[in-house]
């Protein structure tokens, strides 16, 4: 094996969500079906607004996705606003993070930093 697939292996088995409460959206319409749910289920979640260009991105990605694993109870959604383009066309700055409670957006954060995020996912979540 090359050291890049030993990367893409690791990197791959830090990315194992346990609960099923990880999603990535990977159009607009799914985003707005995400969206809908989200509204309608009333269930707390964090929407993730990143791109694959984007450094901090990739850097928080990780992170987030082994947070899920920490809030069962809170959904966590992934989009990439390339991908997204319509749904996503007011996100100005890469991460942001978008905090869910009963239908309506409560929070918003910018920046990649995993203790920030983990304290906003600590206040928004039931656990």
Same mark, same amino acid.
């Given at each position: 094996?090359? @050291?890049?697939?030993?990367? *893409?292996? !690791?990197?791959?088995? =830090?990315?194992? &969500?346990?609960?099923? @409460?990880?999603?990535?959206?990977?159009? /607009?319409? &799914?985003?707005? /079906? #995400?969206?809908?749910?989200?509204?309608?289920? =009333?269930?707390? $979640?964090?929407? @993730?607004?990143? $791109?694959?260009?984007?450094? $901090?991105?990739?850097? #928080?990605?990780?992170?987030? &996705? *082994? %947070?899920? &694993? =920490?809030?069962?109870? %809170?959904?966590? #959604?992934?989009? /990439?606003? /390339?991908?997204?383009?319509? !749904? !996503?066309?007011? #996100? +100005?700055?890469?991460?942001?993070?978008?905090?869910?409670?009963?239908?309506?957006?409560?929070?918003?954060?910018?920046? $990649?930093?995993?203790? +920030?995020?983990?304290? +906003?996912?600590?206040?928004?979540?039931?656990?």
């Amino acid at each position: 094996m090359e @050291n890049s697939e030993v990367l *893409k292996a !690791t990197e791959t088995q =830090k990315l194992i &969500n346990r609960h099923g @409460n990880l999603v990535t959206a990977s159009s /607009d319409e &799914n985003l707005k /079906d #995400i969206f809908h749910h989200i509204r309608t289920s =009333k269930s707390a $979640a964090v929407i @993730n607004f990143g $791109a694959s260009w984007c450094h $901090a991105c990739g850097q #928080i990605l990780p992170s987030f &996705n *082994k %947070l899920s &694993n =920490k809030f069962p109870k %809170l959904s966590f #959604i992934y989009a /990439d606003i /390339d991908e997204c383009p319509e !749904t !996503t066309q007011h #996100i +100005r700055y890469t991460p942001t993070f978008h905090f869910f409670r009963d239908g309506e957006r409560v929070d918003e954060m910018f920046g $990649a930093g995993e203790e +920030r995020l983990h304290d +906003r996912l600590w206040l928004h979540s039931d656990s």
